[in-house]
């Protein structure tokens, strides 16, 4: 079936029309083909006063699976979509600041559904605070992920940092809250902490069900499928941290609502392949947790790479390069096989046609925000996924698993705009992710 590509907001669409009726007149015109900071100003400055903003002349990607638009356009106003289409459809509006993007590509916002917006700060936990979150969330936004579902050690700032972002003006990226992983010896325990998180009014629930590689006991089916039911009644969805194939079949049997991890300790097999397709869950492989679990066994490649360096932390780094540090990355070689085991299995699942999404477990120390989802995108790619299948499975298939359709994810009509300006395709190479040019979130660009 071809989708429709031209979208006019039904709540907005007076504005475009009365704009046809008095004819083509533009307003402030703003050229990036050589951006500065007053162009980037004045597009701000017609997005905060309630303007119109035309972005003009891209590629546009919408991500809903239908054909780029070669040379489209994009009307927003009060930080959500009025239209998205072809150049020229439809006249600009009368008085909109119309950016020139001739040769750029538009992409939606990044949307990583396992991530954690919590108290690392550098190489340090224990420093949970609105500061150091907003820190974590622009970091994030500056590599054009715009969207975060925070899958546990959220408390009450992350909460209110959710409820302050359905506005204009934000300059961060969202974010979505699980509270405090479930945990628990006895059902007693666990649904007690299961009411806490419901108490401070979270978006999800998260359970962990390993054993570390034989190191420490597994949750018991008992209690899990207490935090699961519970959860349920409590109109709350469930993630799950999981390693093996029999205790990811058992979740879906107990109703998990998400499997934030890859399946690492064999291949998945049609019973379990045949058991997702009827959940209709999502699958999220968070690769590059596995990657950080022995990359700084030696100085990582990744140590030079200029896209990581402009937000890299040289202490850090420093760090992360101390003999003693690098030894004890040294021995969590196991992980070396599980990555590779992940990532077989993330092409199987993909192929039987599955929801994947992406997914970085970034956040914890030494798992840098922002850069490695990108490279989970490259990952996903050595897994054997094309460039459009891994753009869909961190836009609209990762909003829709969110239950954020109507919100984020897609260059839709009402949707809010959240979006990143590259100067190359990643329809051709998913590495051109990082030719980011601006990035956008609510209609306005970064400052």
Sequence with gaps: MTKKRTLLS???SPLVMASILAGLTVGL???LAFPGVASAAQARGSASQGGVTALV???IWDGTGAAAIPNGMML????RIMYVGARGAVPIPDGATVVNLNGRTIIPGLINTHGHVGGTLGLEGGH????????QLRLYAEYGITTVNSLGGDEREGIALRDEQSMTGLDRARIFVAGAVVTGSTVREALAVVQRNADMGVDWMKLRVDDNLGNSQKMSPEIYSAIIARS???GLRLASHLFYLSDAKALLRAETDFIAHSIRDMRVDDEFLGMLAQS???YTPTLTREVSTYVYENRPDFFDD??????ADPAVLEQLQEPARQARYARAQPYKAALSMALRNLKTISDAGLPVVMGTDTGPAARFQGYFEHMELDLMAEAGLTPEQILRSATGVAAECLRLDDEIGTLRPNRWADFVVLTENPLMDIRNTRSIESVWIAGEALR
């Design 306 to 311: 200029p896209f990581f360096l402009s937000h």
């Design 57 to 59: 002349g891209a590629r």
């Design 29 to 31: 015109v703003v050229d």
């Design 10 to 12: 039904p709540l907005l």
């Design 128 to 135: 949970y605070n609105r500061a150091n979150l907003i820190r």
């Design 76 to 79: 927003v106003r009060d930080g």
């Design 280 to 282: 209709g869950i999502c």
């Design 232 to 234: 349920h009644e409590l």
